[in-house]
Nanobody, 127 residues
Framework: QVSLVESGGGSVQTGGSLRLSCAATGLSSTYKYCFAWFRQAPGQEREGIAGIDSNGKTTYTDSVKGRFTLSQDSAENQLYLQMDSLKPEDSAMYYC????????????????????WGQGTQVTVSS
């Protein structure tokens, strides 16, 4: 049973920074796991914002490119999201997501491709 626990959310002013963490447990040694970050603001659909492929290449949605950085510590089963130059429109609940793969992770940012989700961590950016 995969468990994902996010932390690091909070309230910051415009231009501030936060670093989100996601601790993954219960991973099977049979599979490779693909990870991504999503966010969801009230009344909006869940949006994929950052993913990582099997070669370590990261993918970002346009609205966060140049401001957010995804990194992964595979040895510790940790995923991170460094968020800089935060804007009020970045306010949302942020989720870590994972899915098992036999061969390859392509860093996709499609919510229904991921099976396991954390409980989320709230990010609020004030102007």
């Amino acid at each position: 049973q995969v468990s994902l626990v996010e932390s690091g959310g909070g309230s910051v002013q415009t231009g501030g920074s936060l670093r989100l963490s996601c601790a993954a447990t219960g991973l099977s040694s049979t599979y490779k796991y693909c990870f991504a970050w999503f966010r969801q603001a009230p009344g909006q659909e869940r949006e994929g914002i950052a993913g990582i492929d099997s070669n370590g290449k990261t993918t970002y949605t346009d609205s966060v490119k140049g401001r957010f950085t995804l990194s992964q510590d595979s040895a510790e089963n940790q995923l991170y999201l460094q968020m800089d130059s935060l804007k009020p429109e970045d306010s949302a609940m942020y989720y870590c997501a994972a899915r098992a793969a036999l061969v390859y992770c392509n860093g996709e940012l499609v919510a229904n491709r991921y099976n396991d989700w954390g409980q989320g961590t709230q990010v609020t950016v004030s102007s």
